[in-house]
T-cell receptor
Framework: AQKITQTQPGMFVQEKEAVTLDCTYD???????LFWYKQPSSGEMIFLIY??????QNATEGRYSLNFQKARKSANLVISASQLGDSAMYFC???????????????FGQGTTLQVKP | DSGVTQTPKHLITATGQRVTLRCSPR?????VYWYQQSLDQGLQFLIH???????AKGNILERFSAQQFPDLHSELNLSSLELGDSALYFC?????????????FGPGTRLLVL
């Protein structure tokens, strides 16, 4: 069954340090995409980064990188040089290309709340 | 700003009432998705429309319905509202329906049912 697991309900990081947010997934579809979204306290969902299952290299977008370990079915988000504005809820999500229903839906984890300390 | 707009931002209503949430996708996007975010259920997919046609349904209650209009904006109709329908409702859009497309989310509509 499709599933996304984020085991860290909350995390703290010191400003300017790097932090890793964990995400593991379960799917039997050989083709899938993994996404990270940021949800600040204002509520909007902001797309951060995408990794395709066939991508050979880990995705990077500015201070965000995705540590993709396909055999372990993990897709951890790494935020470098944390800033106070990074304090938010972070969601890992997956979309299957050939899932049983191929609905196009994103399946989300429960989220990790990150707090950046000054 | 994702380019996806949703109105209204906040909605307060009473049990048994009916409300309509509106979404305009990013320019050029043909797919619209609706999601519900609640404390107990997390983020759940409700329904997907592509170029005016329903493509897939998720955990959407029979009291809820949606449509996508020729100008590609979409509306989510929630009727016979219950306390448990209080949630943040998101609309997201992507260019196509197939393949693995990034979905860009609107700011959401926060619904409170009293």
């Amino acid at each position: 069954a499709q599933k996304i697991t984020q085991t860290q309900p909350g995390m703290f990081v010191q400003e300017k340090e790097a932090v890793t947010l964990d995400c593991t997934y379960d799917t039997s579809d050989p083709s899938y995409g993994l996404f990270w979204y940021k949800q600040p306290s204002s509520g909007e969902m902001i797309f951060l980064i995408y990794q395709g299952s066939y991508d050979q290299q880990n995705a990077t977008e500015g201070r965000y990188s995705l540590n993709f370990q396909k055999a372990r079915k993990s897709a951890n988000l790494v935020i470098s040089a944390s800033q106070l504005g990074d304090s938010a809820m972070y969601f890992c999500a997956m979309r299957e290309e050939h899932g049983s229903s191929n609905t196009g839906k994103l399946i989300f984890g429960q989220g990790t709340t990150l707090q950046v300390k000054p | 700003d994702s380019g996806v707009t949703q109105t209204p931002k906040h909605l307060i209503t009473a049990t048994g009432q009916r409300v309509t949430l509106r979404c305009s996708p990013r320019s050029g996007d043909l797919s619209v998705y609706w999601y519900q975010q609640s404390l107990d259920q997390g983020l759940q997919f409700l329904i997907h429309y592509y170029n005016g046609e329903e493509r897939a349904k998720g955990n959407i209650l029979e009291r809820f319905s949606a449509q996508q209009f020729p100008d590609l904006h979409s509306e989510l109709n929630l009727s016979s509202l219950e306390l448990g329908d209080s949630a943040l409702y998101f609309c997201a859009s992507s260019v196509l329906a197939g393949g693995i497309q990034t979905q860009y989310f609107g700011p959401g509509t926060r619904l409170l049912v009293l």
